[in-house]
């Protein structure tokens, strides 16, 4: 199937520092959607993205569609210990089936 | 509360068993999913289903069935055609209408005794 492809696939990151990772694909979608996966726990919604060149935060997290509809990027400012996880990019191509990314594992060094 | 309830949280499938997950949302919403997640992995779609009473397969359909007699309900069974069944697998759902994003469900962990 279609593939997005998520980097970094892992970060060791101070607590405090900023976090920034994209995804890209050679296919263009209608839609971003970054969700967070906590260990055990489904993902939850974070960001959603409905066009192009769209940036939207949300607290300390911001994220945008690319121009070419074709990559997306979130970025994290002054990260805290509650930030660890798993963050997807998922993108709709048509309406019903949504494409993931492979996830970014977010560690944190307090 | 509104949500997406998955249950059992942990099952335990013996070699050639049928396990049924059960996902039940009272959102209203139209659209379900069953995805499988492999570890360091994303997540790969097995079933969805956009109305009551029809269901598409998804990426990786084979060794599993779905049922839709009712809105609000979409059970995944895993079958003993399945030979690695040992995954999380999540449940989502969405209103049916445009690019509403998906919502989950907090998933069931499947284990081979």
């Known amino acids: 199937g279609q593939q997005l492809n998520q980097s970094p696939q892992s970060m060791f990151i101070q607590e405090g520092e900023d976090v920034s990772m994209n995804c890209t694909s050679s296919?263009?979608?209608?839609?971003w959607l970054w969700y967070k996966q906590d260990p055990g726990e489904g993902p939850v919604l974070l960001i959603a993205l409905y066009k192009a060149g769209e940036l939207t935060s949300n607290g300390r997290l911001t994220a945008q569609f690319g121009i070419t509809r074709k990559d997306s990027f979130l970025n994290i400012s002054a990260s805290i210990p509650s930030d660890v996880g798993i963050y997807f990019c998922a993108g709709h191509m048509g309406a019903q089936k949504l494409v993931f990314g492979q996830g970014t594992r977010l560690t944190i060094n307090p | 509360d509104g949500g997406i309830t998955q249950s059992p949280k942990y099952l335990f499938r013996k070699e050639g068993q049928n396990v049924t997950l059960s996902c039940e949302q009272n959102l209203n919403h139209d659209a379900m999913y069953w995805y499988r997640q492999d570890p360091g992995q994303g997540l790969r779609l097995i079933y969805y289903s956009q109305i009551v009473n029809d269901f598409q397969k998804g990426d990786i359909a084979e060794g599993y069935s779905v049922s839709r007699e009712k809105k609000e309900s979409f059970p995944l069974t895993v079958t003993s055609a399945q030979k690695n069944p040992t995954a999380f697998y999540l449940c989502?759902?969405?209103?049916?209408?445009?690019?509403?994003?998906?919502?989950f469900g907090d998933g069931t962990r499947l284990s081979i005794l």
């Open positions: 296919s263009i979608f209608n839609t």
């Open positions: 989502a759902s969405r209103p049916g209408q445009g690019f509403q994003p998906q919502h």
